[in-house]
């Protein structure tokens, strides 16, 4: 087995926001959200937005903070690059992100349009799950992602054909092998399922309402996405 090192690399940037794009913000309540290369300086921002609250650290699979104080926040400030991690703030809050990137000197406003393309293609998996036939279940050995508890709960279901499938690496390609597969449900990091066809989080059948899956969640290994294991 190959060891690991994993290295916290600190970013030295001025995260501030210059007062021309700190007077472009609205005035509320705000959350402040960021990636672990920023988040000891998360501290600077929100000295700049008075009764601003810290939402701390985010993932891209992991916006429990921000759930947690969602009832206590307006809008959200998401200090870093790309889209991938405060869309799932915008997802789990339903609330509206804006976007400021320190390094670009970018600020701007998370589009609607992400989380309503998303919800609507949710609804549509949802639906190919309730006609399939045969469905496979997508497990992850890696740690933080191991879900084996729940997709051995879900297969014992007597509705449909299930079929588990456990990887270390996950190859999209390789499931074009098992043609008798109908749809897939993912257990393992929820992100894996986003803009997948014929395929859909546990969690997201479980949230809708279509199965039900009564075992106590302490018999469940934790994933990352709904633990602090990976987050400062």
């Known amino acids: 087995m190959m060891k690991i090192m994993h290295v916290h690399a600190r970013s030295n940037r001025d995260i501030r926001l210059p007062s021309d794009k700190l007077a472009l913000l609205p005035k ?5 959200v960021t990636t672990i290369q920023h988040e000891h300086k998360i501290g600077d921002v929100l000295a700049q937005l008075k009764g601003a609250v810290s939402g701390g650290q985010v993932l ?69 799950f309730l006609h399939a036939k045969s469905v496979g279940i997508i497990v992850s050995t890696k740690i933080g992602q191991k879900n084996l508890v729940r997709a051995l709960e879900l297969a ?13 690496e996950l190859d999209m390609r390789q499931f074009e092998n098992f043609p008798f597969i109908d ?6 990091c929820p992100r894996i399922a ?38 400062k």
């Open 28 to 32: 509320c309540r705000w959350g402040v």
């Open 156 to 168: 014992k279901r007597a509705d449909k054909e299930y079929f588990i499938f456990a990887c270390d």
């Open 60 to 128: 891209g699979c992991n916006a429990i903070a921000a759930e947690k104080l969602k009832d206590k926040v307006d809008r959200w400030l998401f200090v870093g690059s790309g889209e991938f991690h405060p869309i799932n703030v915008a997802l789990k809050t339903n609330q509206e992100v804006w976007l400021w990137n320190p390094a670009a000197q970018e600020l701007g406003q998370l589009s609607d349009k992400a989380a309503i393309v998303y919800g609507g293609r949710k609804m549509a998996e949802l639906a190919k």
């Open 183 to 188: 749809f897939w449900v993912n257990t393992a």
């Open 194 to 231: 986003d803009e997948r066809v014929n395929m859909v989080n546990v969690d997201d059948l479980i949230e809708a309402g279509i199965v039900k899956l009564e075992k106590e969640p302490m018999a469940y290994e934790v994933p990352i996405w709904k633990s602090q294991m990976g987050l």
